[in-house]
Nanobody, 125 residues
Framework: QVELVESGGGLVQPGGSLRLSCAAS????????IVWFRQAPGKDIEGVSC????????YYADSVKGRFTISSDNAKNAVYLQMNSLKPEDTAVYYC??????????????????WGKGTLVTVSS
């Protein structure tokens, strides 16, 4: 059974940093993508960043480029999202999702196959 578990959320001041983790289990594939999404209160879900297992390709939303970095540790079956220079507008529930086929765009939430339950990030002074 595939399971994705996010951790690392919390309260941070503007300009601060957090590192989110996504622990993945229940699948052994050579080709997949892990995508971080976020959803702020009252807003649509937004693709934040993606990493592809086969070649390590990464993708970022324009709103986080230069501030967020996605990485993976295949030995631990984990994906991380390092978030620096956080802004109040980064406040959201952050989800990691597994894309087994990459048939849709990297940030198309409809193309994801499995989702974690999310972790809350609050950026506030």
């Amino acid at each position: 059974q595939v399971e994705l578990v996010e951790s690392g959320g919390g309260l941070v001041q503007p300009g601060g940093s957090l590192r989110l983790s996504c622990a993945a289990s229940g699948f052994t594939l050579d080709y997949y993508a892990i995508v971080w999404f976020r959803q702020a209160p009252g807003k649509d879900i937004e693709g934040v960043s993606c990493i592809v297992s086969s070649d390590g390709s990464t993708y970022y939303a324009d709103s986080v480029k230069g501030r967020f970095t996605i990485s993976s540790d295949n030995a631990k079956n984990a994906v991380y999202l390092q978030m620096n220079s956080l802004k109040p507008e980064d406040t959201a529930v952050y989800y990691c999702a597994l894309d087994l086929t990459q048939a849709a765009g990297w940030d198309d939430e409809g193309g994801m196959d499995y989702w974690g339950k999310g972790t809350l990030v609050t950026v506030s002074s």
